[in-house]
């Protein structure tokens, strides 16, 4: 069988766990070549992983030999990027959000459609084992009709262990868009798509300052809203409060997201992730059951979305990390925004369908 191959473009923070699993774990995956804005870097991930080429995001793009594009940059270059390669004849996976902008994810797919190729979007890890067994277990009807629930994303911001943080408080950042698209693509893939959103939205400090290093002492001028909390109704008919925030160094006590139901509530685990636990609370039940989590891959297995857009791609099929769901994520996060800044509830324009659940 014919191996996908990829180039990779961005070799920051988040590429070393991708290159990792995409080399050792999926053998329908061969990665030809990285690049990155720093030269330099690029050339070390390759002679780390192996990587036979580092090399510019020109020459992925003109190599006929490459089938399709990771796209780890940051996220002001993802529509960029993602544009360029699928105007290329290439697929595109790329890391979250979709986009900066709704317009530049709608491009986005259309030109998708258009080309005739394939476009995916993290995150995947509701492809694991944690939100499957959770998927399964409403399916089956263990809590009920699902009639709400609640997500949290609570903590001090990035700047304390990230080294290059000042795009997180920048144009495309914040913590709606930056960790908003773990729990919503969560809550699509458990409940289906939403329909309306509420929100209020607010930038708590003008500046922070970096803890970590290498840029430990600088400042960084916050242009994004850094706390938000949203109301999410789903086509469904549940409601699901939603709270993200970059301004509690305390975190919070609550569970990542709780789903109630008319015959129990289901603790679901952190979506940043790809394992449990998984807890669910039956009527009448004295206490809370942890339920064994019965799919694989709960370890951590960024590209996972890319595996699942390869076989897609073999099947003529929609990958369930596919463009369309990334960009009604993306759409109910700009939502949270407008409705914040509008005193209104905002209707959601593009639907998706709920992504398929994975093989037991």
Not at 101 to 108: F, H, N, P, S
Not at 310 to 316: D, G, L, P, S, V
Request: net charge neutral; aromatic share 6%.
């Amino acid at each position: 069988m014919q191996k996908l191959s990829v180039g990779v473009v961005g070799c920051g923070n988040i590429c070393p766990i991708y290159l990792k699993n995409l080399t050792t774990l999926f053998p329908d995956i061969e990665v030809l070549a990285v690049s990155d804005r720093t030269g330099d870097r690029a050339k070390a991930r390759a002679a780390e992983f192996g990587i036979p080429r580092a090399c510019t995001v020109s020459e992925i793009l003109a190599d006929q030999r490459i089938d399709a594009v990771l796209n780890l940059t940051v996220p002001l270059a993802h529509a960029e990027i993602t544009e360029a390669a699928l105007a290329a004849g290439k697929s595109v996976y790329g890391e979250k959000p979709l986009a900066v902008t709704l317009a530049q994810g709608e491009r986005l797919v259309d030109l998708a459609r258009e080309r005739k190729m394939t476009l995916g979007s993290a995150p995947d890890t509701f492809l694991g084992a944690g939100i499957q067994t959770c998927r399964a277990l409403i399916d089956e009807g263990a809590i009920g009709d699902p009639i709400g629930g609640s997500a949290f994303m609570v903590c001090g911001g990035h700047e304390s262990w990230h080294p290059d943080p000042e795009f997180y408080y920048k144009k495309g950042g914040g913590p709606v868009l930056d960790m908003g698209p773990y729990y919503i693509t969560a809550l699509v893939a458990l409940l289906g798509p939403v329909a309306r959103v509420q929100g209020v939205a607010r930038k708590t400090f003008d500046e922070r300052t970096i803890t970590s290093q290498p840029k430990r002492g600088s400042r960084i001028h916050v242009e994004v809203p850094t706390h938000a909390t949203g109301l999410l109704e789903f086509a469904g008919g549940a409601a699901v409060t939603i709270v993200m925030s970059f301004d509690g160094p305390g975190g919070t006590a609550r569970d990542p997201i709780e789903i109630t139901g008319t015959e129990g509530t289901l603790v679901v685990p952190d979506p940043n992730t790809f394992g449990g636990p998984v807890k669910l609370r039956k009527r009448g039940a004295a206490g809370w059951t942890d339920v064994p989590l019965r799919f694989p891959y709960a370890e951590n297995l960024r590209g996972l979305g890319l595996a699942d857009m390869t076989r897609a791609i073999r099947q003529n099929a929609a990958p369930r990390a596919g463009g369309d769901m990334a960009l009604h994520v993306l759409e109910v996060m700009h939502g949270i925004h407008a409705a914040s800044g509008a005193g209104s509830v905002y209707a959601v324009r593009h639907t998706c369908e709920r992504p398929e659940a994975m093989p037991s």
